[in-house]
């Protein structure tokens, strides 16, 4: 069907649109200029601050090694004594530092009563232990247990495990695994 | 009616390409600032990091310097003492000496002992030595063993037993370490407690410098000839 009239309003509604659209893409482009003026000096003063800092940090530098200069062959021995004392510290780190954790596995058992007597004491360097200890008959090992138990020797490791046990006629034997807490100064 | 359309459609966007063009240009400009920006930032953050470690470095270096200094530490005798400890190089006949010299300090008489080559480590040097002596002889040894001998020697794995009656063996390790590339090197801190810890260890090894410095000193008064072919 042919059309022979026009809706005035309905293109009227459209003009209107279109006008609007137009008249919003003016004001978009006052925002997005106040917007770039406001980027614009945002990004300038951030440069600025950081040039600023940069400057100063490199100054800085300069400055330290100018003064540092002054002192290259110290610097250099410096550095050849702490290459050295590094690898000795690391080192040393490698002792299991026997003595130092056997008197202090020998102190702790004199308190025991009866005390009893060490068999075997063995160490590494990661301070884990394994030492058996004789007893000669079974009323102290009960004792014994009772002794180990208690804080003052327990806390000497940070664990400690019955591991093993042997018994004769005359003796017993109680093999004990563990690892010591490391001591602050060892030597 | 069509063109009449079209004919206000292009009046109104003639009036409005300013507008229009002006937007897509901010908008490009908008977002290229934006992304150099944070280009730029990172950039900048980055070198501002860098510049901070590399103060730092400088500040810890002028730092240890001075305390060198305040402390008056004689760091000549220092190194000599470590590198008497650990050489450059391995010496086999220093370890020789160690254990010489151990043996007459503690009165262990160190009997045998044998190279173990399992550790592939060139700064390390594994020996298993047998030795004899008394419990009390023996204990001086492990009291003395790690640096009485003028080298820094360790044991990672020590054991004892009361059914031993006079031989034991123990596993011994000897160090060496020459420099390493300055640039790999980390720069400690230090601090007084620092001083505090190198001189109770130049207390304790003191005496390598006493003692070589004994050796070093020769007699050349022993007898000599004028005519060195002469019979007297």
Known sequence: MNKKRINLLQSRYDYQKIEKIFFYIRYLTFFLIFIFIIIFILVNLTNISYKKEIDGLYSKKIELIKELNNYINEEAKINIFQNKYQAFSEFLNEDARFLPYYYLLTSSLKSATPEPTLVSFKINKEKYTEFTLSFSNFEQIINFFNFIEDENFLDKFENINLDGF?????????????????????? | MKNKIFVYYYILIKENILYILTNIILTIVIIFILISFFEKSLENNNKIEQ???????????????????KNSFDIEKAIK????????????????????????KTGFQITSYAVNLSDKNPNRLRLSINGVGSIDTFFNFLKEYNFSGKRLITSDNLSINAKQ?????????????????????????IDDSFFKKINELLAKSDFILKESSEEAILDNNYPRKENPFSIE
């Open chain 1, 166 to 187: 042997s018994s004769t006629e005359s003796k017993t034997e109680l093999t004990f695994k563990g690892k010591f807490i490391s001591l602050k100064n060892e030597k």
């Open chain 2, 165 to 189: 009656k006079s031989g034991y063996k123990i596993d011994l390790i000897f160090y060496n370490k020459g420099l390493t590339d300055q640039k790999n090197l980390s720069t400690p801190a």
């Open chain 2, 81 to 104: 003492i470590l590198n008497y400890l650990i050489p450059n190089e391995e010496d086999y006949f220093s370890i020789l000496y160690a254990l010489e010299n151990l043996s007459k």
């Open chain 2, 51 to 69: 510049l901070k470690n590399e103060v730092n470095l400088l500040n810890l270096k002028k730092n240890n310097l001075r305390l060198f200094a």
